[in-house]
């Protein structure tokens, strides 16, 4: 739970409907740039920055400025004129958390106690897998490329897990990565250069979400096929911690600006400055308890940022951020200037609560006796630098995925087809791999899917005369013919038929992996062009052989 500034002020503009005999108010205030500006230097995290600019740009679509001012004037004439009523509802409020808390507070005997096996938790927090980052960075990253709603999406291709690094070996399934660094470090991505093939490139520096890559796809806003990208990475990891220890002995006992308030039975309470993002010297990072034996307990419910002022002081200061907010906007007659006083205001009530203090509450699945604070000390960067690969060999023909069509499209950027639908590839749920040849347009009517082959050297697409197409093994096709009975077998590479024979069923042997198909003139085993035996794992095959089943 935040604490009311942290409130975004838009929140403050719902509609009171009361008439005030008691505002006395002659608003003269201004926001200028420079105040603006002043609180953006005391916000240390640029993201909240742009999440509220993105929030007042919401809001400000949806109204107008004469309504703004009168729900300014409408909220701080109710905040004047139910001052009773309001503090009374804060401290039933205050109340309700108090009593949820008290429910939850008992005493465990020693068979009642949960414990958790949590454990050096120094290393876990400050470690060496930055090191293994970067180490498996250097030894190669890939990545798919794919086309949608006229971007490049790039997904990353290759991983390591701690035991395997991928190299340049891929199918074309895609990977998600997994890299081995603590929940607790940030990355400050930026792409440097892009090369294109054919030998172009963009030098123009791209910044990318530091929550995308490689968890996530990079959007880069071409159509070209891209070889490999530079990627600066600066890995910002903890490098140092704190820890502070307070035993039940200690209550009222304040250490490096904590202060511990209560500590019975399997309830803690202790106050802190304000946590915030991005992680700075003095976060939390982790909490450790333990029982009198010096086992560490399981944690129940908890609660952060709890209220620590008065129902009377909190009630001022809402009171006072209205007023702030009628003040302001009482003088405005364009959005741009509402959109400056909310920005400063939201910017200004942050960073108090940032500098204010805060109030945690520790439910315990036993007696607690002691706990332990993991806090951040120092924040060191890694930057690598390293050239990403796209993994999938060239083509001529790629896909392109939009909303309400498909276009397939050569390597300089021509449409050779558009389909005015979604399309899906085979897929073969045995290996799990897709096809990059067949592909079909699945209608709502199952029987009359459109079934189609791409042709990647000719780039050409042909419409097949097949009612349906299955998997026979990973190397062959089972195709069935509009309006006729029985199936015929299709080779996976090229769009040519493996037999001029149809049949009717087919099955794996009971005895081994062959393969056997039947029809009115008996039943076959199935032999490629080296004569060897075709069974549900045989990978390529160009010819078909078919010899009469002896058992």
Known sequence: MKKFKTTLILGLLSVMSCTSQNKS???????????????EKLCLNPHKIEQIEEEIRAYLDTTSVQQIKERTEANYEYYLDHKTKIISEIAAFYEQEDTYFKNKIKSYK??????????????TLVNNNHIAFRDSIQQGLYFNQYLEDNKSSIRAVSRYNGATTFTEQFDNSSYRPHYPINFDSEEDLTIKQIFYHGGTRDT??????AYAFPLNAIS???LKRIDSFELEIKLKYVAKIDTVHFSTEEIGVQKNGIKLLKMKDNYVEYELPSEYYPYHKGTLLEEIYYNKDGKVLETGNGLSNSFIETPEEDYNNRLNAIKDSYEYAFNTTTKEELFKVFKYLDLRFNNEDNASRQVNKQILKGNVASFTLYLENRRDTLVLLPTLKNSAPLRNIYVHELNDRTDFITKNGKIIKTFPSEISFMYNSETQNFSDKYFYID???AIA???YYLDQEKQMITKLPYANIDYLCPSIFIASEKDKDGFKLLSKEKNQLLSDQRFSNYSASP?????????????????????????????????????????
């Not at 003269?28 to 609180?39: E, H, R």
């Open 25 to 39: 108010v002659a608003p003269q205030k201004v926001v200028t740039a420079q105040m603006v500006a002043a609180q």
């Open 110 to 123: 020693p068979n009642e106690e949960s414990y958790t096996a949590k454990q050096n938790v120094s290393s």
């Open 204 to 209: 123009t520096a791209l910044p990318v979400d």
């Open 220 to 222: 880069i806003n071409t």
């Open 443 to 445: 209608l709502e009517d």
């Open 449 to 451: 899917n459109e079934y």
């Open 511 to 551: 005895y081994t992996d062959d393969i056997l198909v039947a029809n009115d003139d008996g039943t076959f085993v199935l032999y490629d062009q080296d004569g060897q035996l075709i069974t549900i794992n045989t990978q390529k095959v160009t010819k078909v052989i078919l010899k009469e089943a002896t058992y």
